[in-house]
């Protein structure tokens, strides 16, 4: 394909896309292939000689889309949204076709710059404390990584290296072994499975702690556990806090648990991956009260703030914590230059050596919308959910089960969580909705998110229409059947 | 941006991305900016209210390109290349616009099962053996990581997982830590730092063995530190082998290491992120000869393929080791439907949970330029560091330090690894190419890449007159010192 051409192929791609993205009304939410629909589709290997444009341009129709779970349409409900938007979508044409990797300064100057610069336009966004600002001059600053799971695996395996550091000055004849025996880390029932995760991947001991009755996690179940967990000669070093779980998008108690982290010296990291969006509206601020005693924070803008996958926004109040637990020196790799101002050399803050220029996205991002364009767009969704939520309370045969906090409605048919999760397959085998369930003391609900950038109140007339036209043929067969 | 401003600003994106590409010669190969001189030309916020396309789009050239090293510069010859191309770029751009995140198989059938469809297409280009294939319907397969840094991490966590299930049969007493500290892995003295950051992230021990005189680790080595380890009471329970190593792109000794492997019962990971794509010409194999021993194969088609980064296939003998070591279970993704052909769940493979429908830009690489076209790319490649090395060759002053392999020429003015250093300093300096030095035997050498996708010989012709006047101009230099 030489420049002509992609000029030519190019512009069909922008237009087709614009096409796909403006009319996702039309398509199916969810597709109707059986597993193993794809390889009956295509030859068996690469095809020998090149194809032509037109021919695998042809095929996005014929192979592709008819195997796509549509994310971005206003029937999907499911999940967390991803992102994606036009601005978004051309900082990554320009990322691509520079395709220097920013894993040190000399590597790519201009990506690592960037990066430094609108972590600290995002961090004055969701007024997070300064001393995660790199214009603070401290140790602090932040970096993106691929996804909240490798911001909780950086900030455990930090946390880890700093808690054998520490027990070794007392225990100088204890092995790493010995010693990761011993810790333990701590997180919400309701935390995301990655909390898990990364406990799983370095390999120690992690604790679900019992939440409230708001879902949130407390200082006293944190107090208790770590009381607990002394007194059996563990070793307490890393607790990960949830702001906006999963299931409920329920806000841990950052205020108590950073008092008692600060006190106990367990390192905080604040998952809010998802509703970390919504902290660029002053008015959702309230949810991270305590969050100047965290050690790190991060979010995913590739959930809620229109920055396509992959772009998690992490912020460490010292960096040196993860770089000292992770130091990727690649011999071939040029040292920084000593001028000027010290730059960070962001592999050493990921699992990977190279990286993209992430930060393109996020530039374009928050300059074509702006804070005020963008802050209108959580407001909208949540405006959206909380809609929802009213037409659910005027249906006498469901009810809320959790308020709506951000852009996620739990609710359920007032019947068994069994009956419930037969209505919802219902609903998504009629291919017209896309939901997911959530655990609630037990029982599963029904979980509605309205976050495809598309959404409109037209829209979620329309998706409360067919759950209660759905819900009407399952309750008559319901009836039917006990006839 | 509504759709049609979209549209519009699309259009002169992609043409932006041609004219960059086609004149990228033209471009001073690395930046001549400070470190911090970004900051300074934007403002210290966000804006407000969104700003015009064209604002944003006037600053490419104002902020980022002044501070942008060009990888694509037929002057570059640092590190190993990345790779952009017109058809990764586009598939980029639909991959980001459909953004429906393929962690199962549910949440985007299209984004799975195109991925097993190009992995295997991938294994048959490379000629790795039928165990790898998901056609085979055996336990092996193929998943795209992020990076070689990630599956070599994937890897040796399934291994630490295996080696500690093996260790507690025979000693249900002890600990995982005590375990742990037993651990130990191999990789060669000239193995990228990835081999030794997934010991450090995995916490186990990692020991570098000494190579042959060709820089390849063979057989005797490893089996004289499996002995002398496992005398001292280690647990030896992986090697990672690298096929084409970072300094000299040397290849170690598959078949000798995996009869080791075998017989010790050691898991053996290759790491070909380079060479890889080499594979895909018959004439290169010779190096990977041994590979239906390994337990696991990674390439990075990000590097030399013509697929954007990131994009690293890797490939399991035994898929399950790794899902079984991370699985990863998240209560609100629905399970893969009974029907069909089983699919994978791509996110037990990786550290993320998220993950883009990578294998869109594979698909869009291999069906454009066929297996052929891709061989002629690779070969051209070589051709042009073989023209190279003929080159250095005729030049008295220097000297080839390894006969050139692949697409990588190591060779060095013969004088001392310090004024070779002195050298190369002052070539970056000029900006006139940009080099790095790797290490043999002590002493530093120039380390050329030819790999720049738009290299001619009139280029290499072009760099090399560069080396010869610079290197005239500091003898002489280092000449009138000395009187």
């Known amino acids: 394909m030489d420049a002509d051409e992609f000029r030519r192929a190019g512009r069909e791609m922008i237009d087709y896309v614009a096409d796909y993205l403006e009319n996702i009304r039309d398509r199916q939410v969810t597709p109707s292939v059986q597993q193993g629909y794809l390889r009956k589709l295509v030859p068996e290997k690469a095809p020998q000689t090149g194809e032509a444009w037109e021919d695998v341009f042809a095929d996005v129709e014929r192979v592709i889309m008819p195997g796509v779970t549509h994310w971005h349409s206003p029937r999907f409900h499911s999940y967390f949204p991803s992102a994606t938007s036009y601005p978004a979508i051309l900082g990554d044409i320009l990322s691509d076709a520079i395709s220097g990797l920013g894993f040190s300064w000399t590597s790519n100057p201009a990506s690592t710059e960037l990066e430094t610069v609108v972590m600290d336009w995002l961090a004055h966004m969701l007024g997070l404390p300064e001393h995660f600002l790199f214009s603070f001059k401290g140790p602090g600053g932040g970096v993106i990584e691929g996804s909240a799971s490798e911001a909780s695996l950086m900030t455990i395996l930090g946390a880890k290296a700093k808690a054998i550091r520490e027990t070794k000055a007392k225990h100088p004849d204890w092995t790493d072994g010995q010693i990761t025996d011993k810790l333990i880390a701590y997180y919400s029932e309701q935390a995301h499975s990655s909390a898990q995760r990364a406990t799983t991947l370095a390999h120690v001991t992690g604790r679900g702690l019992p939440t409230d009755e708001e879902q949130s996690l407390r200082g006293s179940s944190l107090a208790q556990a770590i009381e607990e967990d002394r007194a059996a000669g563990l070793i307490p070093f890393y607790v990960l806090a949830t702001s906006g779980t999963t299931p409920?998008?329920?806000?841990?108690?950052?205020?108590?648990?950073?008092?008692?982290?600060?006190?106990?010296?367990?390192?905080?990291?604040?998952?809010?991956?998802?509703?970390?969006?919504?902290?660029?509206?002053?008015?959702?601020?309230?949810?991270?009260?305590?969050?100047?005693?965290?050690?790190?924070?991060?979010?995913?803008?590739?959930?809620?703030?229109?920055?396509?996958?992959?772009?998690?926004?992490?912020?460490?109040?010292?960096?040196?914590?993860?770089?000292?637990?992770?130091?990727?020196?690649?011999?071939?790799?040029?040292?920084?230059?000593?001028?000027?101002?010290?730059?960070?050399?962001?592999?050493?803050?990921?699992?990977?050596?190279?990286?993209?220029?992430?930060?393109?996205?996020?530039?374009?991002?928050?300059?074509?919308?702006?804070?005020?364009?963008?802050?209108?767009?959580?407001?909208?969704?949540?405006?959206?959910?909380?809609?929802?939520?009213?037409?659910?309370?005027?249906?006498?045969?469901?009810?809320?089960?959790?308020?709506?906090?951000?852009?996620?409605?739990?609710?359920?048919?007032?019947?068994?969580?069994?009956?419930?999760?037969?209505?919802?397959?219902?609903?998504?085998?009629?291919?017209?909705?896309?939901?997911?369930?959530?655990?609630?003391?037990?029982?599963?609900?029904?979980?509605?998110?309205?976050?495809?950038?598309?959404?409109?109140?037209?829209?979620?007339?329309?998706?409360?229409?067919?759950?209660?036209?759905?819900?009407?043929?399952?309750?008559?067969g319901e009836s039917d059947q006990k006839k």
Chains 1, 2 share one sequence.
């Open 248 to 476: 409920h998008c329920a806000f841990d108690n950052l205020t108590e648990l950073g008092a008692i982290c600060q006190a106990e010296e367990l390192w905080l990291h604040v998952d809010a991956a998802y509703a970390g969006s919504a902290f660029i509206c002053p008015e959702f601020r309230h949810w991270m009260a305590g969050v100047e005693c965290v050690d790190s924070f991060n979010f995913n803008p590739h959930k809620w703030l229109l920055v396509n996958f992959d772009c998690s926004a992490l912020w460490l109040k010292d960096m040196s914590l993860i770089s000292q637990a992770l130091d990727y020196n690649c011999p071939i790799i040029r040292p920084n230059p000593d001028s000027g101002e010290a730059m960070p050399d962001f592999r050493h803050y990921q699992v990977a050596l190279g990286r993209r220029c992430r930060s393109m996205k996020v530039w374009f991002v928050l300059r074509m919308y702006g804070v005020e364009g963008l802050q209108k767009y959580i407001r909208t969704q949540v405006g959206l959910a909380k809609e929802f939520e009213k037409l659910v309370q005027l249906d006498d045969r469901f009810e809320m089960m959790v308020p709506v906090r951000l852009g996620l409605a739990c609710f359920r048919l007032k019947a068994s969580g069994e009956a419930n999760m037969r209505l919802m397959k219902r609903i998504n085998d009629s291919k017209r909705l896309f939901l997911t369930h959530a655990m609630l003391n037990g029982q599963a609900i029904f979980r509605f998110t309205a976050g495809a950038s598309r959404t409109n109140s037209a829209d979620i007339h329309h998706s409360w229409k067919i759950i209660q036209e759905e819900a009407t043929d399952f309750l008559k």
